[in-house]
C-alpha cells in the first residue's frame, strides 16, 4: 500500500562526500535559520548539474539524523527511474518513512481505512490527495520535529513537479507557525520553481 522505493539503499549508493566538502553548507544563513529558527520552515537549495546537490543532500539528510528529537522522511527524485519520478511515489515514501519512525501515526491512515470500510469511499487507496492529508494530519499534530527532504525534485515528471512544490508550500502553511515541520527541496534552478518558492 504505501511502502515503495528503498530510500535507506539509495542514499547508500550516493557517492561518498570527499573530507570538507559540503561543510560549506553549514555556514550558510539560509541552511542555519533553517535548521534553528521556529520561523524558517522552507528551505530551496539549487544548483546547476554537476554541482553536487544530491550528495549536498545526503550530508543535510544526515545532519538532520544527527537530532535525535527529529523524525527524519527523504526522497531522492530520479528521472531515470519509474519508482521515483512521480508525485505519488515520493509521498508514499515520506508517508511510509514517518509511519516506521512513530507508529503513533498509523491512527491517522487507519481513519482512512475506516471510512472506506464503513462504505463512505469505495476502496483504500493511497492516491495523491489522501496522502497529502494524512501527511498533512501527521505533521499538524506531530509533537516532534518533522525534518523533509526531497532531493532533485526537478527529475519528476514536469506536470508532478509544480503540484508537488505547491503541496509542500501548503503543507508548510497549513500546519501553523507553531508547527515543528521543516522541509528542504533540492533542484536544478528552475524558474517554475523558483516562481512556486
Excluded at 171 to 181: D, E, F, P, R
Aim: charged share 25%; proline share 2%.
Amino acid at each position: 500500500m504505501l511502502a515503495g522505493v528503498d530510500v535507506s539503499s539509495v542514499l547508500q549508493a550516493i557517492a561518498t562526500r570527499h573530507r570538507g566538502t559540503c561543510e560549506w553548507i553549514s555556514d550558510e544563513p539560509q541552511l542555519s535559520e533553517w535548521e534553528t529558527s521556529r520561523s524558517s520552515r522552507l528551505l530551496w537549495l539549487y544548483g546547476d548539474p554537476g554541482f553536487g546537490k544530491t550528495v549536498m543532500s545526503k550530508y543535510i539528510i544526515e545532519r538532520c539524523e544527527l537530532q535525535e528529537t527529529s523524525l527524519v522522511a527523504y526522497f531522492h527524485c530520479d528521472g531515470k527511474d519509474e519508482s521515483r519520478k512521480t508525485e505519488l511515489n515520493t509521498l508514499r515514501s515520506i508517508v511510509f518513512q514517518l509511519l516506521a519512525r512513530n507508529s503513533r501515526f498509523f491512527g491517522h491512515v487507519l481513519k482512512y481505512m475506516e471510512r472506506e470500510r464503513l462504505g463512505f469511499t469505495t476502496s483504500f487507496s493511497t492516491t495523491v490527495s489522501t496522502l497529502w492529508k494524512i501527511l498533512g494530519e501527521i505533521c499538524a499534530t506531530s509533537v516532534q520535529e518533522i525534518r523533509i527532504v526531497i532531493d532533485a525534485v526537478d527529475e519528476l515528471r514536469a506536470a508532478d513537479v509544480p503540484r508537488l512544490v505547491q503541496g509542500l508550500i501548503d503543507l508548510v502553511h497549513s500546519t501553523g507557525a507553531q508547527s515543528a515541520l521543516k522541509v528542504a527541496v533540492v533542484s536544478r534552478p528552475v524558474l517554475e520553481i523558483q516562481r512556486q518558492l
